[in-house]
């Protein structure tokens, strides 16, 4: 199956400093990619969804300064936490999808996840 | 509204048994898709099996099928001969077909299931 790589797996660093997530389609095109953020053992909370070559959708209450989304080319997506606070700590997830073949029946492919953790 | 509930945070199942883990959900778009998903402690999410609004089965992979009742408007997940390895959280989610929502998907809050030996 297709496979969807985040880097880095763990990042742990001071408060104010800005944190930048990659996440990558290894097999496929990714015309779509979304970003979660998920809190221990609570469920994933959409922040966004970016678009290649386009400007990324943010979810009602997210704060587009802080997390900002770059979707640079058709496999690649960052997320960067930007003044990272105590508050940002979390697990982040992307996922990807291919060009839609019909918009419920593909199957979104998440990455392994991110933690970050903001002393 | 929620879209996705999970009403059962925890469950246990002996070894062996099969288990039935909820979900109903809410859409007013005739077209959406159901997924479920296994969160190990690991933290990756992995896709277990997927259900089409217009499916007329029920759609099974392996251990896994889905009792899809559309009028009742609920998408349980049966695992059938539970596995130690079947201890993680599961998230049931919906992904509706309108153009508006096109790809975003909606989570339930998981149920954390413990296979016992």
């Known amino acids: 199956g297709a496979v969807v790589s985040q880097h880095p797996s763990w990042v742990i660093c001071k408060s104010g400093t800005s944190v930048k997530i990659e996440c990558r389609s290894l097999?496929?095109?990714?015309?779509?990619m979304f970003w979660y953020r998920q809190f221990p053992k609570k469920s994933l909370m959409l922040m966004a969804t970016?678009?290649?070559?386009?400007?990324?959708?943010?979810e009602q209450g997210v704060e587009k300064d802080k997390f900002l989304i770059n979707h640079a080319s058709l496999t690649l997506s960052t997320l960067t936490v930007t003044s990272a606070h105590p508050e940002d700590s979390s697990f982040y997830i992307c996922?990807?999808?291919?060009?839609?073949?019909?918009?419920?029946?593909?199957?979104?492919?998440f990455g392994p996840g991110t933690r970050l953790l903001v002393l | 509204a929620q879209k996705i509930t999970q009403t059962q945070p925890g469950m246990f199942v002996q070894e062996k048994e099969a288990v039935t883990l909820d979900c109903t959900y809410d859409?007013?778009?005739?077209?959406?898709?159901l997924f479920w998903y296994k969160q190990p402690s690991s933290g990756e999410m992995i896709f277990l099996i997927y259900?089409?609004?217009?499916?007329?089965q029920n759609a099974t992979e392996g251990r896994y099928s889905l009792n899809f009742q559309k009028a009742r408007k609920s998408a349980n997940l049966v695992i059938s001969a539970s596995q130690l390895g079947d201890s993680a959280m599961y998230f049931c989610?919906?992904?509706?077909?309108?153009?508006?929502?096109?790809?975003?998907?909606?989570f339930g809050d998981g149920t954390t299931l413990t296979v016992k030996p």
């Open positions: 996922s990807a999808r291919e060009h839609p073949r019909g918009l419920a029946a593909e199957t979104q492919y």
């Open positions: 097999d496929f095109q990714a015309t779509t």
């Open positions: 970016s678009n290649e070559g386009s400007k990324a959708t943010y």
């Open positions: 859409t007013s778009d005739p077209s959406y898709g």
């Open positions: 259900q089409g609004s217009y499916d007329q």
């Open positions: 989610a919906m992904r509706e077909g309108t153009r508006a929502n096109a790809g975003k998907s909606t």
